[in-house]
């Protein structure tokens, strides 16, 4: 396991770039870039991101980076890794970027053709569970009960399961993680280096311009969505499902601290009832049902994917 | 030694792909441009063509692989036919933006409502402003020239731009013709490895196509606008290059048949220019000096050369296998907006044809000439534009 202390000091994402403050996503490249070097092409659609690199004729991050149409990331890197094939040039990583709208909306029929190719890349959503970019709109990814622009009164619906449905493609890898556990995602994304085929990273990150929240609380907001259970760290590996520190720890109800603590601090929740916050507990329980028979059959469940 | 071989249009687009060496072939299957991508399926798994041949999932995908494959560094090639290209629609504005030389067959097809699988140019011609060079062919030959010629063009540093080449389905995509195939070391001859503008480089690292302010993004439309102009002049050069080095030519712009001393000539795009000749050859025998024009290239719009096709004549007679609702045929409109400002121009008469498929037989065209004569010699223009052979 990887320490704090070991982490390369090289920055590839440069001072002076354009994230709000306390911006969850602009942790998580960080960290990609902490975990995978410059050695990689990025591949970013419509996001945040596409304002958090800077206009023209600047930009703040030092890896070769390709703007594409908001539902295209993973058709775009499908472009480039079989132009790398074709040039004997497969030790570049390539990587798509996309956040929840150009991953579980509009990107979702480009991510799974080419994931049903085994196309050989990396995939991460970053969540912050809106269209965050162009002023928090309802996505797929939106929690029940979250005020947007266009949900003024909350959300009815519940989020989209994102990591599930890509594990259903039969990937080698799929993986959720928080830019609150750094080390977590960083070897979450070195091990995702490490495997041939589509590998798929769902990061909550958390938005205080969107979630209505101070702007110095967003590791805390990450980490509060993972203590709740609300947000559980977990990969999928040729099938296998394994529960990772500290959600391996959260099996037991008990242990898991009550999603209040979590959805209080955020104004987009300040409409929620009672009776919303039971409902959400309740399906949070569920969820935690489902993890633990998961991690109980996953080599059974190893055995029916087989290894790819 | 070049090989003579009978093939379809679409088999040939494939035989083309082979022959540029194309890297990287991203595509999804639409009638009738289906076997074309079947063809390079073939070359590819069998091994004679060494490229990737990526299955998407969508006509959109399709051309978004080819645009970061192009900027990765390798030559591309894709086909699609009418909503295949609609749905495109967003991507090529990409490519062209991009100024990136991917090359695409357009197997012409209408668009629907409702479901028509039979040739007109309402698909390429609806992606008429989104920066793409358009190329239209006659015959199955000028297909495999056509493709060859357009990556030299397009990855020539004066251009740098998208290109598409267009060929009717069924009328060529389905029919077998004659093809001359120049032997393979000619043809890398004639055409050097891929080159581009830019590349996707982790010892360069830049953002490319990132967000660009009003400060700047008027310098890169004017720059795409020079680049066609600049297509514009390498067109008929590299169509004579070719022609020395191969023995075939297509006319460069405006391919012209008995134009020189024509008092009207008629103004086509794609195959009707074939039955437009046997049209012109008949009306000379009844001693009526009639001309034919295949507009070969449509973006960029030969304006100059329509000038001059235009100064001798006294009418102009346009067959549009299009048309844009609530104006007229597009060779009509480009063709008026070319002259508007010379003093003598000709007068100008729009036919609109063979849409969806309707068969245009050079009677028709002989009837179009007719009635376009009339005119003439009235010295007025009847009516704009008349659809021709429509149920009353």
């Known amino acids: 396991m990887v320490t704090i202390k070991e982490l390369p000091r090289e920055e590839y994402l440069l001072k002076g770039h354009a994230a709000c403050a306390g911006c969850g996503p602009s942790i998580a490249i960080r960290l990609l870039f902490k975990a995978l070097g410059n050695k990689i092409i990025m591949v970013v659609p419509a996001c945040c991101t596409t304002v958090i690199q800077g206009p023209y004729p600047y930009t703040s991050v030092a890896v070769p980076l390709q703007n594409i149409l908001f539902e295209s990331t993973a058709a775009a890197a499908s472009g480039i890794v079989a132009a790398l094939r074709q040039r004997k040039m497969e030790d570049i990583t390539v990587v798509g970027w996309a956040g929840d709208g150009g991953t579980v909306d509009i990107g979702i029929q480009a991510l799974s053709g080419a994931a049903e190719r085994e196309t050989n890349f990396i995939y991460i959503c970053y969540d912050n569970e809106a269209y965050g970019n162009t002023g928090m709109q309802r996505s797929g990814a939106t929690p029940y009960g979250a005020w947007t622009t266009t949900t003024p009164s909350g959300k009815r619906e519940r989020k989209k399961d994102m990591p599930f449905i890509m594990a259903a493609h039969r990937i080698p890898y799929v993986a959720t993680a928080c830019p609150s556990y750094p080390i977590d995602f960083i070897e979450k994304l070195r091990k995702a280096r490490n495997i041939k085929g589509t590998k798929y990273i769902h990061v909550l990150a958390p938005c205080p311009t969107g979630w209505r929240y101070d702007a110095n609380r967003t590791v805390e907001l990450g980490r509060l969505a993972v203590q709740t259970g609300l947000w559980a760290l977990y990969e999928i590996e040729y099938g296998q499902f394994k529960l990772n520190s500290p959600s391996d720890r959260l099996v037991d109800k008990a242990k898991r601290k009550p999603i209040k603590e979590y959805l209080q601090l955020q104004g987009r929740f300040r409409n929620l009832t009672e009776e919303d916050i039971s409902r959400i507990q309740q399906w949070v329980d569920e969820d935690w049902e489902h993890y633990r028979k998961l991690a109980s059959n996953s080599m059974s469940d190893a055995a029916l994917h087989g290894k790819i | ?392």
């Open chain 2, 1 to 392: 030694m070049a090989q003579m071989i009978i093939d379809t249009a679409n088999h040939i687009a494939g035989y083309a792909a082979k022959a540029a060496r194309v890297k990287v072939v991203a595509a999804y299957p639409i009638t009738p441009q289906t076997t074309v991508v079947e063809k390079i399926a073939d070359f590819v798994e069998s091994g004679e063509m060494d490229a990737e041949y990526i299955r998407v999932e969508s006509e959109h995908s399709a051309m978004v692989a080819c645009i970061a494959a192009a900027a990765a560094g390798v030559r591309t090639f894709t086909a699609t036919s009418a909503h295949g290209l609609a749905l495109m629609h967003e991507a090529l504005h990409w490519a062209a933006g991009s100024r990136l030389p991917v090359v695409m067959a357009v197997v012409n097809r209408a668009m629907g409502a409702p479901w028509s699988i039979w040739p007109d140019f309402s698909d390429s011609l609806s992606q008429r402003d989104n920066g793409w060079i358009q190329f239209y062919c006659a015959d199955n030959q000028e297909v495999f020239d056509t493709v060859i010629q357009a990556y030299k063009l397009c990855e020539d540093e004066r251009v740098f731009l998208p290109a598409m080449v267009c060929l009717e389905g069924f009328i060529l995509s389905h029919t077998y013709m004659p093809v001359k195939i120049p032997e393979q070391k000619e043809i890398d001859e004639f055409l050097p490895p891929y080159k581009c503008g830019w590349i996707l480089d982790v010892n360069h690292p830049l953002s490319h196509a990132n967000l660009v302010s009003p400060d700047w993004y008027m310098e890169f439309r004017y720059m795409i606008q020079e680049a066609m102009e600049n297509a514009k002049q390498l067109i008929p050069k590299i169509d004579k290059e070719y022609g020395k080095q191969f023995g075939i030519e297509h006319g460069g712009l405006i391919e012209k048949y008995k134009c020189d001393d024509a008092d009207l000539i008629l103004v086509t795009m794609g195959t009707m220019a074939s039955d437009a000749k046997i049209a012109v050859d008949s009306l000379r025998k009844e001693g009526l000096k009639v001309g034919s024009a295949r507009v070969r290239v449509f973006r960029p719009f030969p304006v100059e050369e329509m000038m001059k096709l235009a100064e001798k004549a006294q009418m102009l007679a346009t067959i549009d296998r299009h048309i844009s609702f609530g104006m007229e045929g597009f060779l009509a409109s480009e063709i008026k907006a070319s002259l508007f400002n010379r003093k003598d121009r000709p007068l100008l008469a729009g036919f609109i044809a063979g849409l969806g498929g309707r068969d245009v037989t050079s009677e028709a065209i002989k009837k179009i000439a007719k009635k376009s004569l009339k005119q003439m010699h009235a010295g007025k223009v009847e009516k704009e534009t008349e659809w021709v052979d429509l149920r009353e």
